[in-house]
């Protein structure tokens, strides 16, 4: 479907596609929420001041 500068507006699909798509992007939502873990990052950077001591000091500056 198109406006009338013969732009598209819409897509036509059939429900049965719209089904499968609908299936796969949620395969893909569960499976993207799965692998992402921020406490693989735990202790990854080893600090050489304390986080707030430095916010205050960048504040002072």
């Known amino acids: 479907m198109t406006d009338e500068a ?3 507006v819409a ?4 429900y049965q ?3 499968q798509i609908e299936k796969i992007l949620e395969a893909h939502q ?3 929420k799965q692998e992402f873990n921020l406490n693989q990052y735990a202790g990854v950077i080893q600090l050489t001041q304390d986080p ?4 205050q000091q960048i504040r002072d500056e």
Do not use: A, G, N, T
């Open 30 to 32: 569960s499976q993207k």
């Open 11 to 14: 897509v036509l699909i059939d």
């Open 6 to 8: 013969m732009r598209p």
């Open 52 to 55: 707030l001591e430095y916010q």
């Open 17 to 19: 596609d719209w089904q």
